[in-house]
């Protein structure tokens, strides 16, 4: 199954936010979409890096509740993993693990098409897997 099939069903929308925001306008970002991690983009098509609850967690207990008042960019992760939508849900899922990361910006031609997490990974396999079982019992029933 290819990211571009798993973004057909789950759909295409991104939540970002400047990298020149604060992190507690993050933090609402974040509780009031129900979501763990924003793309940081100052335009909402190029990729500039990730912030996600993980990354606040551990800011706070490095440097305090003032990181509250600082600007997502100093907390944001730059080098950020991304795939194309032609990408293959069982090799993103590796990379997922082999990076320990729990979302991925979708990226074609440079320009941000939606975001995958871990959990839509997990849901597109297990999917998968329910397919290829309800295949196998029709074809046993049938034999």
Do not use: F, W
Not at 30 to 37: K, N, R, V
């Amino acid at each position: 199954m290819q990211i571009s099939s798993l973004l057909r069903h789950k759909g295409h929308e991104v939540a970002t936010i400047d990298g020149s925001e604060s992190v507690r306008a993050a933090l609402a970002v974040l509780a009031d979409q129900g979501i763990g991690a924003l793309v940081v983009s100052s335009d909402g098509r190029r990729v500039e890096g990730i912030v996600s609850e993980r990354d606040v967690a551990r800011g706070l207990h490095e440097r305090g509740a003032a990181l509250l008042t600082d600007p997502v960019s100093s907390l944001m992760t730059a080098q950020v993993h991304t795939c194309p939508s032609e990408a293959n849900v069982h090799a993103l899922a590796q990379t997922m693990t082999d990076h320990r990361v729990r979302h991925v910006p979708v990226v074609d031609d440079g320009v941000l098409v939606g975001i995958v997490s871990i959990g839509d990974v997990v849901k597109a396999r297990l999917d998968e897997l329910e397919a290829e079982r309800k295949q196998l019992v029709d074809y046993i029933q049938t034999a």
